[in-house]
């Protein structure tokens, strides 16, 4: 079992940075991959970022790629996601999420634990 747990979402203007925190419980950190994703209203969740556990190996949709950076903090058993020159169509509730396999993974169903999601909204 782990237990996510995401924190830094907030209201921003287009153009203006975050940095999103996920942090993990309940299973070693240093052996999951880990997710980000996002859902807008009315839109299914989408894949942002993932960053594994062997050797920090990161992708990212191409939406994001150029913006955003995930990293991981094993001794703080927290994955980051820096966002930067938000955009309105950035808003979303961000989720983290963690499996355990040795791949990146990149669609939601490869994914076993989900934080509860951490909202942000880019005003243009």
């Known amino acids: 079992q782990v237990q996510l747990v995401e924190s830094g979402g907030g209201l921003v203007q287009a153009g203006d940075s975050l940095r999103l925190s996920c942090t993990a419980s309940g299973r070693t950190f240093s052996n999951l991959n880990m997710g980000w994703f996002r859902q807008a209203p009315g839109k299914e969740r989408d894949f942002v970022a993932a960053?594994?556990?062997?050797?920090?190996?990161?992708t990212y949709a191409s939406s994001v790629k150029g913006r955003f950076t995930i990293s991981r903090d094993n001794a703080k058993n927290t994955v980051y996601l820096q966002m930067n020159t938000l955009k309105p169509e950035d808003t979303a509730v961000y989720y983290c999420?963690?499996?355990?396999?040795?791949?990146?993974?990149?669609?939601?169903?490869?994914?076993?634990?989900w934080g509860q999601g951490t909202q942000v909204t880019v005003s243009s």
């Open positions: 999420a963690s499996h355990p396999r040795v791949r990146l993974a990149l669609t939601a169903a490869e994914y076993d634990y």
């Open positions: 960053i594994s556990w062997r050797y920090g190996s990161t």
